[in-house]
Nanobody, 117 residues
Framework: VQLQASGGGTVQPGGSLRLSCVASESIFSNNIMGWSRQTPGSQRLTIATITGAGRSLYAEAVEGRFTISRDNTKNTVYLQMDDLKPEDTGVYFC????????????WGQGTLVTVSS
């Protein structure tokens, strides 16, 4: 498996979760890493990306609540999700891309996040 995501679960509104994604070294060191999500009835959308130098971009819907980070020594990218809302419910996918403005070229399996009281 080239991209292995974990950390999904069920949380109450206002709660937090941290997703992790371990990548193979060749993928991690040569790509921009990101997270996308697919909510019920919607297409899959990118919500956060981070370059190897640590420059991050966020979708407006998660700006200020989610934080993407990467540990280059562990080939791991994280998504810290705070102040979760019911509309954050969906399947979250780790991915790799060559530009923060292009679609991913590699996808991991999804991890389900449910925000519900």
């Amino acid at each position: 498996v080239q991209l292995q995501a974990s950390g999904g679960g069920t949380v109450q509104p206002g709660g937090s979760l941290r997703l992790s994604c371990v990548a193979s070294e060749s993928i991690f060191s040569n790509n921009i890493m990101g997270w996308s999500r697919q909510t019920p009835g919607s297409q899959r959308l990118t919500i956060a990306t981070i370059t190897g130098a640590g420059r991050s971009l966020y979708a407006e819907a998660v700006e200020g609540r989610f934080t993407i980070s990467r540990d280059n020594t562990k080939n791991t990218v994280y998504l810290q999700m705070d102040d979760l809302k019911p509309e954050d419910t969906g399947v979250y996918f780790c991915n790799a891309r060559t530009s923060q403005y292009l679609q991913p070229k590699l996808w991991g399996q999804g991890t389900l996040v449910t925000v519900s009281s």
